[in-house]
């Protein structure tokens, strides 16, 4: 048997939903869905319902910019590594 | 500072004048690569959540990544919260145990979620000078065996 939704919360600026199923044994399971993720055809629809309410346009773009923010600080901090540390013998 | 944290099936406690959330429970830990396409190796670990520092554990022999692209970052989905954010930049630092690797048989490979995330991804220290993360040929790939654990904030 399925597990059975309990609760959606929404977490973080970019509006994660924070989902909390009940299983079969009674215990919770969890699951967190963000706004570039695609829903699965057969989520449920109270999660389509929610991701509909809370992922506009305007979220999406401040996710992907700051996923674009994460990637260039990464990316520098690399190249900063390779060149600042010496190499091997010197 | 000490206090009760209930008894199993709590939900919160106090610590000290703190009321404090607990919360224990499952996830579901499925690799994909960075197109989204799933691997049908999904296995169900455990979470325990004191406050807004959540413990994830989760393990699997045998993983199955071989309808993933392998150039692609591979990522496990599905933690029970989102990371915070971390002073640093990388993220939040697990351990990992792993047999049957990809080519990246050398290297100290960790666990980390990046910021705002809720998937781990596997980083290694490239020859010691830079963080390089782990494809899906590389690493964990098809076939190898791991068992990870990861304590992270969340945000609430």
Same mark, same amino acid.
């Given at each position: 048997?399925?597990?059975?939704?309990?609760?959606?919360?929404?977490?973080?600026?970019?509006?994660?939903?924070?989902?909390?199923?009940?299983?079969?044994?009674?215990?919770?399971?969890?699951?967190?869905?963000?706004?570039?993720?695609?829903?699965?055809?057969?989520?449920?629809?109270?999660?389509?319902?929610?991701?509909?309410?809370?992922?506009?346009?305007?979220?999406?773009?401040?996710?992907?910019?700051?996923?674009?923010?994460?990637?260039?600080?990464?990316?520098?901090?690399?190249?900063?590594?390779?060149?600042?540390?010496?190499?091997?013998?010197? | 500072?000490s206090g009760i944290i209930g008894g199993?099936?709590?939900?919160?406690?106090?610590?000290?004048?703190?009321?404090?959330?607990?919360?224990?429970?499952?996830?579901?830990?499925?690799?994909?690569?960075?197109?989204?396409?799933?691997?049908?190796?999904?296995? +169900?670990?455990?979470?325990?959540?004191?406050?807004?520092?959540? +413990?994830?554990?989760?393990?699997?022999?045998?993983?199955?990544?071989?309808?993933?692209?392998?150039?692609?970052?591979?990522?496990?989905?599905?933690?029970?919260?989102?990371?915070?954010?971390?002073?640093? /930049?990388?993220?939040?630092?697990?351990?990992?145990?792993?047999?049957?690797?990809?080519?990246?048989?050398?290297?100290?490979?960790?666990?980390?979620?990046?910021?705002?995330?809720?998937?781990?991804?596997?980083?290694?220290?490239?020859?010691?000078?830079?963080?390089?993360?782990?494809?899906?040929?590389?690493?964990?790939?098809? /076939?190898?065996?791991?068992?990870?654990?990861?304590?992270?904030?969340?945000?609430?």
């Amino acid at each position: 048997m399925a597990n059975t939704l309990e609760k959606i919360e929404v977490a973080t600026d970019f509006k994660h939903l924070q989902i909390r199923e009940i299983t079969d044994s009674g215990g919770y399971h969890r699951r967190v869905l963000t706004c570039d993720q695609t829903l699965a055809d057969d989520e449920l629809q109270e999660v389509k319902d929610k991701a509909e309410l809370e992922w506009t346009d305007e979220v999406k773009t401040a996710w992907s910019t700051y996923l674009a923010e994460q990637q260039a600080e990464s990316q520098k901090a690399k190249d900063e590594s390779v060149k600042e540390k010496p190499k091997e013998g010197e | 500072m000490s206090g009760i944290i209930g008894g199993a099936g709590s939900r919160s406690g106090i610590i000290g004048e703190t009321e404090i959330d607990y919360e224990e429970g499952e996830w579901t830990c499925t690799p994909k690569d960075a197109s989204g396409t799933a691997s049908s190796s999904t296995q +169900t670990g455990k979470y325990t959540k004191i406050g807004r520092q959540v +413990t994830v554990d989760c393990g699997k022999s045998n993983l199955s990544t071989s309808n993933l692209s392998g150039s692609s970052q591979l990522r496990f989905y599905g933690l029970p919260y989102p990371a915070d954010a971390i002073a640093g /930049g990388h993220g939040y630092v697990g351990t990992m145990a792993a047999s049957w690797l990809g080519s990246m048989t050398d290297y100290n490979i960790v666990p980390i979620i990046p910021a705002s995330q809720s998937y781990f991804i596997l980083a290694y220290s490239w020859n010691g000078t830079y963080w390089e993360y782990g494809n899906c040929d590389k690493t964990v790939h098809n /076939g190898s065996d791991y068992q990870i654990s990861i304590t992270y904030n969340t945000t609430s």
